[in-house]
């Protein structure tokens, strides 16, 4: 079946850049998905790329798609304490209903 | 447009105790589906509702998880004799279908304890 992979931590300095990286096995979705999670706070929508694009930018958001490799990965450029929250790479399986599948996540911890 | 809200936000309960949750999603949203999210982990599917019709089932809803969507419009997750492995937080989310990118808007969720 389906299945997303990330790795769980990421700690970065106030103003560096952050990489979260993901793989997944399905193949035909449409686009993948990028959720944020703050404490107490829902899942919501952080950005997204479809599948026949390689990048997107987003103002500090890029994304990067490689189909080869399966392999989708987040950058934050000039990252802010706001910024800590745990990420989710999200694959909607398809067959007409796009129920997401998840990655873990990973968390992101912003220290000064 | 006030959101997906969810009722209760957490739940206490003990072992053995039946539990329904609701959901209310945005207005016209057709679509409606159900996460279950344990510590540490990402949401993983549970069911999904068209209007008022039930599409699609998780095998991680058991016998004693049911879901309804009556008038295709709130919905409710009913869990019974509960069991210490369904403490979790269940997250419903909601979205039209009818948009290119079909983003899922989701609740803040119930965290359920079963004791």
């Known amino acids: 079946g389906e299945d997303v992979e990330q790795s769980l931590f990421l700690s970065v300095r106030e103003g560096d850049s952050s990489v979260i990286n993901c793989t997944y096995t399905?193949?035909?979705?449409?686009?993948l998905y990028w959720y944020k999670q703050e404490p107490g706070a829902g899942l919501q929508l952080l950005t997204y790329i479809f599948s026949n694009m390689d990048m997107k930018q987003d103002q500090r958001l890029t994304v990067l798609l490689n189909k080869k490799d399966k392999h989708l990965s987040l950058r934050i450029a000039d990252t802010q304490t706001g910024d800590s929250a745990i990420y989710f790479c999200a694959d909607p399986s398809g067959g007409g209903y796009n129920k997401l599948i998840f990655g873990a996540g990973t968390r992101l911890a912003v220290h000064p | 447009d006030t959101g997906v809200s969810q009722d209760p936000r957490h739940k206490i309960t003990k072992r053995g105790q039946n539990v329904t949750f609701r959901c209310d999603p945005i207005?016209?949203?057709?679509?409606l589906y159900w996460y279950r999210q344990t510590l540490g982990q990402g949401p993983e599917f549970l069911t999904y509702f068209q209007n008022e019709a039930q599409l699609e089932k998780s095998r991680l809803l058991s016998d004693r998880f049911s879901a309804e969507r009556p008038k295709g419009s709130f919905s409710t997750l009913e869990i019974q004799r509960t069991e210490q492995g369904d403490s979790a937080m269940y997250l419903c989310a909601s979205t039209s279908g009818d948009r290119v990118i079909d983003e899922q808007f989701f609740g803040p969720g119930t965290r359920l304890t079963v004791l």
């Open positions: 399905d193949s035909s979705s449409t686009y």
């Open positions: 207005s016209e949203h057709n679509r």
